[in-house]
Protein backbone atom coordinates (compact mmCIF):
# COMPACT_ATOMS: atom_id res chain seq x y z
CA UNK A 1 0.00 0.00 0.00
CA UNK A 2 1.67 3.09 -1.20
CA UNK A 3 0.16 6.81 0.31
CA UNK A 4 2.31 9.81 0.91
CA UNK A 5 1.31 13.27 3.10
CA UNK A 6 1.74 16.14 1.15
CA UNK A 7 1.07 19.54 1.84
CA UNK A 8 -1.85 21.10 0.66
CA UNK A 9 -3.36 24.78 1.58
CA UNK A 10 -1.08 25.17 4.38
CA UNK A 11 -2.36 21.63 5.49
CA UNK A 12 -1.24 18.29 5.33
CA UNK A 13 -3.12 15.53 3.79
CA UNK A 14 -2.64 11.89 4.01
CA UNK A 15 -3.70 10.93 -0.57
CA UNK A 16 -3.25 7.34 -2.05
CA UNK A 17 -3.76 7.22 -5.79
CA UNK A 18 -7.70 7.39 -6.46
CA UNK A 19 -8.40 9.91 -3.35
CA UNK A 20 -10.54 12.56 -3.86
CA UNK A 21 -9.28 15.66 -1.38
CA UNK A 22 -11.13 18.73 -1.37
CA UNK A 23 -8.53 21.95 -0.82
CA UNK A 24 -8.60 25.46 -0.25
CA UNK A 25 -9.45 27.77 -3.69
CA UNK A 26 -6.72 27.11 -6.46
CA UNK A 27 -6.72 28.92 -9.79
CA UNK A 28 -6.53 26.44 -12.04
CA UNK A 29 -9.43 24.96 -13.96
CA UNK A 30 -11.36 22.16 -14.15
CA UNK A 31 -9.75 18.92 -15.82
CA UNK A 32 -5.76 20.79 -14.91
CA UNK A 33 -3.12 18.48 -13.64
CA UNK A 34 -1.57 19.95 -10.19
CA UNK A 35 1.57 18.82 -8.59
CA UNK A 36 1.60 18.38 -4.77
CA UNK A 37 4.77 18.80 -2.79
CA UNK A 38 5.72 15.48 -0.78
CA UNK A 39 6.42 15.53 2.93
CA UNK A 40 6.53 11.87 3.58
CA UNK A 41 6.28 8.57 1.14
CA UNK A 42 5.27 5.44 2.91
CA UNK A 43 5.51 2.42 0.53
CA UNK A 44 4.34 -0.49 2.01
CA UNK A 45 7.50 -1.48 5.13
CA UNK A 46 9.56 1.62 3.44
CA UNK A 47 9.03 4.81 4.95
CA UNK A 48 10.67 8.01 3.14
CA UNK A 49 11.43 11.44 4.77
CA UNK A 50 14.68 12.92 3.99
CA UNK A 51 13.48 15.95 1.80
CA UNK A 52 16.57 15.11 -0.81
CA UNK A 53 14.57 12.00 -1.78
CA UNK A 54 11.47 13.68 -1.84
CA UNK A 55 12.09 16.14 -4.48
CA UNK A 56 12.50 13.09 -6.82
CA UNK A 57 8.67 12.60 -5.73
CA UNK A 58 6.00 13.76 -8.02
CA UNK A 59 2.43 13.42 -6.48
CA UNK A 60 -0.12 14.53 -9.17
CA UNK A 61 -4.12 15.22 -8.83
CA UNK A 62 -6.40 16.48 -11.53
CA UNK A 63 -8.99 19.15 -10.57
CA UNK A 64 -12.64 18.08 -10.33
CA UNK A 65 -14.25 21.22 -9.93
CA UNK A 66 -14.94 24.07 -7.76
CA UNK A 67 -17.08 24.21 -4.86
CA UNK A 68 -18.31 26.29 -1.64
CA UNK A 69 -17.89 24.89 2.06
CA UNK A 70 -21.01 24.88 4.29
CA UNK A 71 -21.62 27.78 5.78
CA UNK A 72 -20.69 28.55 9.61
CA UNK A 73 -22.15 31.80 11.36
CA UNK A 74 -20.36 33.68 13.82
CA UNK A 75 -21.93 35.50 16.48
CA UNK A 76 -20.71 37.92 19.20
CA UNK A 77 -22.18 39.55 22.18
CA UNK A 78 -21.98 41.55 24.81
CA UNK A 79 -24.10 41.39 27.99
CA UNK A 80 -26.30 44.11 29.10
CA UNK A 81 -25.08 46.67 26.72
CA UNK A 82 -27.33 45.28 23.58
CA UNK A 83 -24.12 44.96 21.46
CA UNK A 84 -24.58 41.92 19.08
CA UNK A 85 -22.99 41.16 15.87
CA UNK A 86 -23.93 38.59 13.65
CA UNK A 87 -21.68 37.34 10.52
CA UNK A 88 -21.75 34.51 7.84
CA UNK A 89 -18.77 32.65 6.03
CA UNK A 90 -18.89 30.02 3.15
CA UNK A 91 -14.94 29.11 2.35
CA UNK A 92 -14.39 28.79 -1.25
CA UNK A 93 -13.12 25.12 -2.00
CA UNK A 94 -11.90 23.02 -5.01
CA UNK A 95 -11.72 19.17 -5.42
CA UNK A 96 -9.02 17.31 -6.72
CA UNK A 97 -8.40 13.92 -7.68
CA UNK A 98 -4.87 11.56 -6.74
CA UNK A 99 -4.15 10.50 -10.21
CA UNK A 100 -0.77 9.28 -9.53
CA UNK A 101 2.48 8.91 -7.02
CA UNK A 102 5.82 8.26 -8.38
Sequence with gaps: ?????????GR???VK?????????????PGDVVELPALLLVD?????????????IKVTAEVLGNE???KINIF??????????RQGHRQ????VKVTGIE
Design 1 to 9: MVYAIVRAS
Design 12 to 14: QEK
Design 17 to 29: VGDEVVLDRRPEA
Design 44 to 56: GDKVTSSPKALRK
Design 68 to 70: RGK
Design 76 to 85: TYKNKTGQHR
Design 92 to 95: DLTR
